[in-house]
């Protein structure tokens, strides 16, 4: 009989603060990307708009990122027993890095600032350098996994990623701002970037997060053991395979792998859907809900890439990438986050043997159900302005007050975190 | 020794680290319960090193984490 889990102490938990910054943080650049979208009526017409890549990076880096990086700190620990050395430290170092690299990427992509371009480049590259190391010192740390869940393997899978994406960004940003010389074409260091970003990093890490967070909260069966042992690394083989092929310029190589990357991503939206639709739960509450419209979103996205290949229209890579950003991640992050943070909050009080008010009380129903109407009606105006240039400004009125009641729902729980603690 | 157990399988969070906390606090000096869950819960067993708790944990041929809590 064990006593004392020598890889586990309890000492080592993150503060709350320390998710907690990027959790807070991360809405302020969905309402930053709102505004954009409301200034620039013709922001949709091309993926290469500068206000385009400027929206894109606010929602990626800015929002995706800060969320993403908040709930490692926390998920290593809890679901991989994996602590971070000097959390609050690393927490405090990679937001103020990150966060402000976001806000410089973006403002230099939007306003033509080299000087901002290269300095977002090079902050954002400072705090996922932190990041990683102090994951790896995590990870290196943790007691060996056991069990079937294959979430520690694929979140060491997806930090592989990240790293990638960090050194194509980075070299994108030198090359298009100082010269530097590439072998490759600009486009294609592009197309990299962003596949390595939304498939390998966000894709890999949103399934990895997925097999417990979807059986845990929104009481399904399990993932099957067969598709969680050979999604991830049969994603991140073919991922590589076809930047393999991309850079040796080998077209029916890429195309057949790219078809392959769909196939491989579609099987997780419908496999999810699945077990969603074998839920124990008697009736779907609002998260739920929003993570099967996320699935849907993620099943049109790659249709709208689809699409793409076959049809020049500059539309549909357009709309792919609006739903994949605000459809597909935006919705499943929106759920995460309405299950995360509340339980949080309430594991940080039980821990601190403060008596925790119940879980309906610190972010009640009504609030997430209104800012998840919000994020449907925001995600069909975006999906309409594709088309229809003149709903941008509208969709962005939407975007920013999804984004705006995000943030407000977040505070309500630490609110209520706060006057649990001082009572 | 009690020879309870409680499983809490199925549940949505908290309501498993609840129902294991209440288990955990009814036992007296010598006493143990055998506590059944979808997952290894790590924060559940910071908690138990931290208050002096011996836990033996394993996974069964099912999937489900069996874990024997006992207070010395």
Redesign the interface.
């Known amino acids: ?5 020598p890889g ?3 000492e080592d ?1 993150p503060p709350l603060s320390a998710p907690l910054r990027f959790f807070l943080t991360a809405p302020l650049f969905g309402i930053a990307a709102g505004f954009l979208l409301l200034a620039d009526a013709d922001l949709l017409v091309s993926r290469w708009t500068p206000g385009a890549l400027a929206a894109v990076h606010l929602f990626a880096a800015g929002f995706m990122l800060q969320v993403m990086l908040g709930a490692l700190l926390q998920i290593l ?5 994996a602590s971070f050395p000097a959390p609050l430290p690393v927490a405090t170092v990679t937001h103020a890095l990150v966060g402000a690299g976001a806000a410089s990427l973006a403002y230099g992509l939007g306003a033509g600032s080299p000087n901002a371009i290269i300095a977002g480049g090079v902050l954002l590259a400072g705090g996922l350098v932190t990041f990683l190391a102090a994951s790896l010192l995590a990870l290196l740390r943790a007691a060996p996994a ?4 294959r979430t520690p393997r694929d979140l060491r899978l997806a930090l592989v990623a990240l790293t990638l994406t960090t050194v194509l960004g980075v070299v994108l940003a030198f090359a298009l701002v100082r010269g530097l010389p590439v072998p490759f074409p600009l486009p294609t260091l592009v197309d990299l970037h962003a596949v390595w970003a939304w498939l390998g990093w966000g894709g890999l890490l949103l399934a990895a997060t997925s097999w ?1 967070v979807v ?3 929104q ?1 399904t069966p ?1 993932y099957p ?1 067969r598709f969680t042992r050979l999604w991830a690394p049969l994603t991140l083989a073919v991922l590589s395979l076809w930047s393999a092929g991309l850079l040796a310029d080998l077209d029916l190589t890429v195309t057949v792998l790219g078809s392959l990357l769909l196939v491989l991503a579609g099987g997780f939206a419908f496999q999810t859907l699945r077990l969603q639709r074998n839920t ?1 739960r008697s009736t779907p509450d609002a998260p739920f809900r929003a993570f099967r419209l996320s699935m849907f979103a993620l099943i049109g996205s790659l249709v709208a890439l689809l699409l793409s290949l076959f049809h020049d229209a500059q539309q549909w890579p357009v709309l792919a990438g609006v739903l994949v950003l605000h459809g597909t991640f935006a919705g499943a992050i929106t759920a995460m986050l309405y ?1 995360i943070v509340p ?1 949080l909050t ?2 940080h009080l ?2 601190a043997r403060v008596r925790a008010p119940n ?1 309906k009380k610190l972010l009640p129903d009504n609030l997430i159900r209104g800012q998840i109407v919000v994020h449907k009606f925001a995600l069909g105006a975006l999906f309409l302005a594709v088309f229809v240039p003149v709903l941008t400004p509208l969709a962005g009125i939407l975007v920013v007050i999804e984004f705006g009641w995000l943030l407000l729902n977040l505070l309500h729980a630490v609110r209520e975190w706060h006057r649990a603690v001082h009572a | 020794m009690n020879p309870r157990t409680v499983d809490a399988r199925g549940l949505e969070p908290p309501e498993p680290f609840e129902r294991a906390m209440e288990a955990i606090m009814a036992l007296q000096g010598g006493d143990s319960f055998t506590l059944l869950l979808d997952r290894m819960p790590h924060p559940l067993l910071r908690v138990l090193d931290r208050d002096g708790y011996l836990h033996d944990e394993r996974f069964r041929e099912d999937g489900c984490v069996e874990i024997l809590i006992s207070r010395p």
Do not use: D
């Open positions: 009989m064990s006593s004392a889990n586990l102490a309890y938990t620990p809890v679901a991989v027993g056991h069990g079937a869940s417990v059986p845990m909260f009481i399990a053991a124990r299950k339980f309430w594991l039980t821990q879980m």
